[in-house]
């Protein structure tokens, strides 16, 4: 007997209908010398530091433990709600445990998700029974069409081929294990409330605050430009001079404008070629989410479940794929594609070109494809058809016989001897695959003109002003996720990719495709930020964190992630082991906990939630550290004081708020900073249960 352990439920009744015949007993299916069982994704998960530490569950974080280092990480039963072993995992496991431990079991097929994240799902399971001994197997499903799972259960390779992946997948779970339990108690500790740390969500969550800032502290200037839209025989030519005028200078600006208008505008060079225009390439998930999200404000938590359904029912290929190229191992598999939707009358021809098939571009899962199953038209909901069309027409457009034909024109253009202007436009002379590309164009018409032909100008003076930056999209978003040291205007869809490739081989994007719409959408659910139509804001919880963050010293920025994922990658690529990541994650929380600022022992610990401060000076209570204040805890006459616990930008210490209670002044404090950015130092004073800067 071979048993084949599935991610998913779904996933089992694919794999168990293809090979057909199988009769289902309970929690598997069994027939012609198979067993297919399954997990529910995820069967185990980590131990709790209190798992570790023998302490009590359910009370109050202490410092007391951190930073926890296990020795070795070990894993249990996924938990329910209740903090007890999930019922349903619980039962499902046993069956797993039973079938991988019976006799007649020869080989175990690992039939996890085709990725990090499915390869350790299955491995666990296995790990956690007595079957250790038994030959265990892969089965990679790019799609999960019967012909494909028939294929691929034709040709398993050993699961130690597949190490690598694994050992990745590891490394990447007890990083994140450590960043997450670690500093989310120390930071909830200091500061009052749960604040989620991780390794991804952080700098998600710091990029949108970072363009927020930017946007709310732009101060924009006015001026004044030079801008002439006169038609020449019929049509507008936009023209705009690269000189510039202060906003108070309008008389010399309108003086420039007539002198331009005078010299008149004479048409010095005209280049016109035809090209044949290349299509766009086929999609990466974020690639297509970033489609949805500008085309139908799509989040990518909906557009990802819409895609994981499309491909569990066999219409799409494996969703969460960085590429947006082919393997050429699958030209045969693409030709049947192609040959189905030729038959549907769409113009399509298969070509073999290196922006289609490279394998250089391609990490794992090749890009997002139809499969040769096609949906019947009732089949799809709405929203379900936008996503199956996207993907559709897309790869139409890829594999589309028909040329798209442009006519593309450069006029230079010399206003007198003041200033040459270049002008670009394109007609589209024949549309190929065009007519099935979503994507607006904002193609310029321009007159149909000759060397030395006039053009009509008419300078006048237009009141401008700079602009701020523009908050993230969904798709700008993606893209800084995917690279997030390129320049954002270099991210045209047609450029040279290959330095964006370079950066997700070498681990320096931000999170996964796998992973990054559902840490995500755990920022969204943690009020951190918003999402509105397709665009992102940060929300005041998200201000408090990278605020709390940055007073405790604890960078979780582009950089810092970044380099955990090169270490990552190192794994998969046996550069380094699991061991040497874990321990350089170790050693960036090590030296958190060794600042000062949050240091117990050092005088500059700028305190805890609870800590006590002293005694009110107004009621004889205890004065407390919370999230935002030292105050009162005497509830019974409602006591008035309050000493922030962070003043212009800076942490009030609880030795310089007892100071402030027993003395009422504290000496001169430096680390303050003025609404306008300015630094300064002052003493603080409390009259009355209030604080005051005193100015020496």
Known sequence: ?????????????????????????????????????????????????????????????????????????????????????????????????????????????????????????????????????????????????????????????????????????????????????????????????????????????????????????????????????????????????????????????????????????????????????????????????????????????????????????????????????????EKDKIKKIVDIVAGMRYPVAFTDKKTVFDDSKIESHSALTPTTKIPPANKLSEREKLVYSAVFRRFVMVFCSEPCVARKTELQIQVGKYEDFTVKGTVILEQGWMKFDDTPRTDKLLPNVQKGDAINIDFQPKEKETSPPKHYTIETLNNYLKNPFRDEKKQAENEDDAEEYRAVFEGLELGTEATRTGIIENALKSRYIDLKKDVYTILPDGEFLIESLSRMHISMDKYKTSTLGKALKQVYHGKITVRDAVKLAEDEISAVFREPVNDPASPECTGFAGDSAGVCPLCGGEVKRGKFSYYCTNKENKCPLKIPAVLCGRSITPPEAAKLLTEGKTEELTGFTSKAGKPFRAALKLEDGKTAFVFE
């Open 1 to 329: 007997m071979q048993l084949i352990i599935a991610e998913k439920p779904s996933l089992a009744r694919n794999i168990a209908g293809a090979i057909g015949d199988l009769v289902k007993k309970g929690a598997y299916f069994e027939g012609k010398g198979y067993l297919v069982t399954w997990a529910f994704g995820h069967l185990f998960s980590l131990y709790d530091i209190e798992d570790y530490t023998g302490a009590q569950k359910g009370q109050r974080w202490q410092m007391e433990g951190l930073p926890c280092f296990p020795p070795e990480f070990r894993f249990k039963l996924r938990p329910g709600d209740d903090g007890k072993p999930d019922a349903g995992v619980v039962k499902q496991f046993d069956t797993i445990k039973a079938l991988c431990e019976r006799a007649d079991v020869e080989s175990i097929v690992n039939a996890g998700d085709a990725d990090r994240e499915g390869e350790i799902i299955v491995r666990l399971a296995v790990m956690h029974t007595a079957a250790g001994a038994k030959p265990c197997l892969r089965l990679w499903l790019p799609d999960q069409t019967d012909e494909t799972i028939r294929t691929a259960l034709k040709d398993l390779k050993s699961d130690k081929d597949y190490d690598p992946l694994a050992d990745e997948g590891f490394a990447r779970t007890y990083i994140d294990w450590l960043y997450g339990v670690n500093l989310t108690r120390i930071a909830s500790l200091k500061n009052g409330t749960l604040l989620r740390v991780g390794r991804v969500i952080v700098p998600i969550v710091k990029a949108i605050y970072d363009r927020d800032m930017a946007i709310r502290n732009f101060v924009p200037e006015k001026y004044i430009a030079l801008v002439s839209n006169a038609e020449t025989l019929g049509v507008p030519v936009l023209l705009t001079s690269k000189y510039k005028f202060h906003n108070t200078a309008m008389e010399r600006a309108k003086r420039a404008a007539e002198l331009m208008n005078a010299a008149g505008a004479v048409v010095t060079d005209v280049k016109t070629k035809k090209e044949t225009l290349n299509p766009g390439k086929l999609f990466s998930l974020s690639k297509l989410q970033n489609f949805l999200g500008k085309k139908y404000k799509m989040p990518m938590d909906e557009s990802l479940a819409i895609a994981q359904k499309l491909y569990e029912e066999g219409y799409l290929t494996y969703p969460r794929t960085n590429s947006e190229y082919l393997a050429t191992a």
